[in-house]
């Protein structure tokens, strides 16, 4: 029986494939992906259904509802698409959340507990992670003012990049899709130059140019009346290496497996490298032509060693048998990458001022300095200003992949740029700016601070791993491991493992054996790794380039050692639990109203004291009806900060004025404990054990 992909389900359908997904799920069909088949029979009743849905919803008058929720809904869904609040740090309680946020709060209290399991109360003091939590339920941002401290730090380069990042945060109905650009992995001999020349050779009609082709670094071809951007130079290496410069280009990679050899060190190494930057993997299983191809126990393979199962296996991993050679099943793959480039929305903003990624860059004899781009968002035009990590210049010249001279060039498109002042950075971003002048002083100042800072980027080093951390609010410490045995690679993931702890997630993004290479430095860099090495040497390369790069690399000869390093860094990492600290209670004995004050509190305080710098909480009647902070404290007509009890006071609450007489205060502190990880089991027993 015929079958359809559910992605083409939804193309039918004019739904995006997530939506069909879900209606799936509640319709009880039972699908894993957008790549999963479903019957024709099932998809026409689908079809059938779905339709007659959108029929019934159009149709039906809007029940009345009751009328004030209505509104508040409404209300919100106004209000969702432009709100960005700021709160200062003592501002992290859910009445002002709430009334930033222009939401009623018991609306905040019900949804979180309906929608996200979250138990909140009026005027609590959330942590950062409840307010996150809120804010992503509402689709608003927060801008904690503290932040605004360390600005000044952000030179004018990164500000080019950030406006990008906001323009598609801010501007989403803006975007649209732009080709995907694709990069070939493999382990050497695997085939993937063959390939890559091969997709040239029959997709680029170049001998109507006179045959003459000089690589710029990447090519478009045509697939379906569609493009695809291939980058010329294969490999895992490259793609890293610009992930690390900030400077991503690749969309999707196509991991390229010999049949005759199967998954060999290097496609486990270019897999890590692509699933830690979380690019979509399509698998390649080249030289099906030879006699001795096994695509069988290939795919198998890739199912044990990488854990990725083809999807005609149940999984969702696209996987295509070609002969890069024959160019059997070449087409199928083109197809496919268009396929996955849907599924996983690639896109662009395409108006202003461009944004690129240098791919290549040189000094040329005849031309000077010049740059191939991938051009990322906007329109690249002769003439621009253009800025690049270290150097700036006015396009002169833009020349396509075919070495034809253009005036302007799009998204997704490679292109040469002729016209810096200097060979700019290769694996930096470029982007276009107001004027020459402006570039030139960006570029200038940018020198200036790089001159006064020695070392380049410094990342994550074991000792720092707290304060680096909690600046970035995540709770992973990445590990890059390598080992001289498959032996060691094993037990020292095991011992890692066992050091998960519920605090911090442990995550080792790539474990392999032989010594550490640049390749890993480079990991390590782009996502932020420490490099542990157990039983190998570094290779003076790598040792450089993690001395560059300030990435931590320790190498051990005994297991236990390493895992103590670890421990001690991760106990280090813990943020403080904060833990509150009831300091005393007291009564209201009576309410006095005072004009343009609000009403203020006479209280008796009954054991304790209240602390003006801490907070209360008032019950009525044994409930919570407010917990906030103190506005002001004063003992008879005097401020103060501290009352003990028996003495009494007068209080006025912060933001609360509905006190009664009887209501019952209870006064607290937060203090912060160090804490230690509570370990999933403890892991020094079996140590010794292990290595051998
Ligand atoms: P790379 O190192 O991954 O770039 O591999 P290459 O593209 O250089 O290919 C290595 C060798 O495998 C070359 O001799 C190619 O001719 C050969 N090769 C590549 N693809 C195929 C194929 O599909 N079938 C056969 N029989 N040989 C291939």
Known sequence: MARLRVYELARKLNMPPKELLQELEELGVSVKNHMSFVDEEIANIIIDLLEEGKEKKSKQPSKPRKDDEEEIEKEITEKKKKRKISLKPDELKLD????????????????????????????????????????????????????????EEVDDFELLERRFQELYEREEDKLVPRPPVVTVMGHVDHGKTTLLDRIRSTRVAEREEGGITQSIGAYQVEVNGRKITFIDTPGHELFTEMRARGAQATDIVVLVVAADDGVMPQTIEAYNHAKSANVPIIVAINKIDKPNANVEKTKQELVEKLGLIPEEWGGDTVVVPISAKTGQGVDELLEMILLVADMNEIKCYPEGPARAVIIESKLDKKMGPVASVIVKDGVLKVGDAVVASNTYGKVRNLFDDRMRSIREAHPSQPVMILGFEDVPDVHSNVYVVESVEKAKEIVEKRREKLESQKFGKKHVNLEELMKMMK??????????????????????????????????????????????????????????????????????????????????????????????????????????????????????????KISKVGKVAGVQMLDGKADKSGFVRLYRNGQLVFEGKIESLKHYKEDVNVVEAPQECGIKLSGFDD????????????????????????????????QQ
């Open 96 to 151: 002002i959340v709430a009334e930033k946020l222009g939401i009623p709060q018991n609306k905040i209290i019900q949804d979180m507990f309906v929608k996200r399991g979250l138990a909140l109360r009026p005027g609590q003091i959330l942590k950062l992670e409840e307010v996150e939590q809120i804010l992503k339920e509402y689709k608003a941002e927060i801008e904690l003012e503290e932040e605004k401290a360390g600005e």
């Open 471 to 592: 600046e970035k609010d995540k709770k992973i410490l990445n590990i890059i491991v390598k080992a001289d045995t498959y032996g060691s690679v094993a037990a020292l993931r095991n011992a890692i493992n066992k050091l998960q702890s519920r605090e911090i997630e442990l995550n080792i993004v790539h474990a392999g054996v032989g010594e550490i290479s640049t390749s890993d430095i480079m990991l390590a860099a782009a996502v932020d790794a420490v490099v542990l090495g157990f039983r190998v040497k570094v290779n003076s390369k790598a040792r450089k380039l993690a001395e560059q790069e300030g990435v931590d690399v320790r190498t051990y000869s005994i297991i236990y050692k390493l895992v103590d390093d670890l421990k001690l860094a991760l106990e280090g990492m813990l943020e403080p639990e904060e833990v509150e600290e009831i300091i005393g209670h007291g009564e209201i004995k009576r309410v006095f």
């Open 659 to 690: 006190i009664q007489e009887g209501d019952e205060l209870e006064f607290y502190v937060i203090r912060k404990v160090k804490r230690k990880p509570t370990f999933v089991e403890e892991s020094q027993k079996n140590l010794s054990e292990q």
